[in-house]
């Protein structure tokens, strides 16, 4: 069982970018939220069973490496997914569940339900909206894992779908769609020992509710690469967004792509406690060729008590 809660304050400095994807991961809300509430069961050995209020991404689309990223590109579940409002993350719960088994330990395939509305990212309700309506729909996520190796290097792969069943906009705000299906793929190879090279795709043919059809991402991740600092990551993230024409026939604007780079490297100073600076490139925000790219510098502090 699990209880969690969340406290986050601050403005992101998205708005002065005027990207879809947002430099800052965590900021706002201004609020306590109760994020995580859920109760699992192992049963038969292979089987569990999770339920309660959770997000999606505590079991689907997500891996451990994006969460090296400062910019919500990569860190977080796909991004994709999001922006389209087929799923919630961290920290917005809904009430959802899932079933996963488990043969052995190179296959896991899980299927999970999750509740989605137009109330689902409202922070206002401190995550205490227990609520189901009649409007609300839901998101049923398929995954299959695989964790092998490839040419003798440890390997972690991931495919899945979403599939949700709601009403929702299109970009044209006069029609509407019933369901929404986004296909998804992750690959990570550990190349050479402590080196982790990985890419992910996320695709929707619904160009008319989905604001980025096509996600593709790609990363670096390196242990001690030097030989003083064993403890410490060295990243290296790149993220293409292709953005759909349905949706820019809606703003009036011809639009193609946003792309952002990242760089970053995390000082392990103290077993429970990191600094990671960070530097970001984002190339076209929007996607609408009319802002100038943008150049932003970040750091995260983190500490575990």
Known sequence: MKIS??????????????????????FGGQVLFLYQLWLEKEV???????????????????DGLYRYSLSTAINGPIRATLLESTVTSFPFPVWGGRVKYTPDDK????????????????FTKHGLDFSIRSDDGVSILMQYDWTSTICERPTHLFVGAVNSFFEFDNHDSVGTTDYVLRVYAHLAVEVVPNLTVFGFAANSEQDEVALTPLQISFGINGKGMFSSRPDDHTMFFATCGDLSDDYGDSIGEAVDHEIVYEVGHRFQVLPSAYIQPALQYIV?????????NSTVLGAWVGATF
């Open 5 to 26: 809660t969340v406290q986050r304050h601050g403005d992101s400095i998205s708005p002065s970018v005027g990207g879809i994807y947002d430099p800052m991961c965590i």
């Open 284 to 292: 076209t925000p929007g996607g609408t060729g009319d802002i100038a």
């Open 107 to 122: 296959h896991q395939f899980q299927v999970g339900a999750y509740q989605i509305g137009d109330g689902m990212f409202d």
């Open 44 to 62: 038969c050995d292979n089987w569990s069973i999770k339920a309660g209020r959770v997000s999606a991404d505590t079991d689907f689309l997500n």
